[in-house]
C-alpha cells in the first residue's frame, strides 16, 4: 500500500529553523509531483510548496517564499521542506502530498487534483 509519512516537525521560538521530511512508499517516487500543505488551528487547509516529478520547477505559497525551501530525493524516495525564518502564523499540522504526473498550471495548490496524503507532523512556533 502507499504511504506518506512525515516527520521533522517540533517546538520552536520564532526566527528558528526547521527541516521536514516526508517519506513515501508503495509508490514509484519519481513518477509524482509532491504537495506541502498545512493547516493552522481553525482555519482551512491551505498550500505551502510544491515540486514537479521532474523536479524541474517549484512553487510556493506567497506567505512562505524566500523562506521556505521544497527539494526532493529520489534515491531516498523523501521530500522536504526546509523552513528557515519561522514565524507564529506558521504554526500548524502540515502535511505532504503526492500527485500523479502532473503538469501544466496551476495543479499544485489543487488538494484535490492530489492521490494520496500523510497524516501530518505538528509545527509549533512561539513568539
Known amino acids: 500500500q502507499v504511504q506518506l509519512v512525515e516527520s521533522g516537525g517540533g517546538m520552536v521560538q520564532a526566527g528558528d529553523s526547521l527541516r521536514l521530511s516526508c517519506a513515501a512508499s508503495g509508490l514509484t517516487f519519481s513518477n509524482y509531483n509532491m504537495g506541502w500543505f498545512r493547516r493552522a488551528p481553525g482555519k482551512e487547509r491551505e498550500f505551502v510548496a510544491g515540486i514537479h516529478w521532474s523536479a524541474g520547477s517549484k512553487y510556493y505559497a506567497d506567505s512562505v517564499k524566500g523562506r521556505f525551501t521544497i527539494a526532493r530525493d529520489n534515491a531516498k524516495n523523501t521530500v522536504y521542506l526546509q523552513m528557515n525564518s519561522l514565524k507564529p502564523e506558521d504554526t500548524a499540522v502540515y502535511y505532504c502530498?503526492?500527485?500523479?504526473?502532473?503538469?501544466?498550471?496551476?495543479?499544485?495548490?489543487?488538494?484535490?487534483?492530489?492521490?494520496?496524503w500523510g497524516q501530518g507532523t505538528q509545527v509549533t512556533v512561539s513568539s
Open positions: 502530498a503526492a500527485l500523479f504526473r502532473a503538469y501544466g498550471s496551476p495543479w499544485y495548490p489543487q488538494p484535490d487534483k492530489y492521490n494520496y
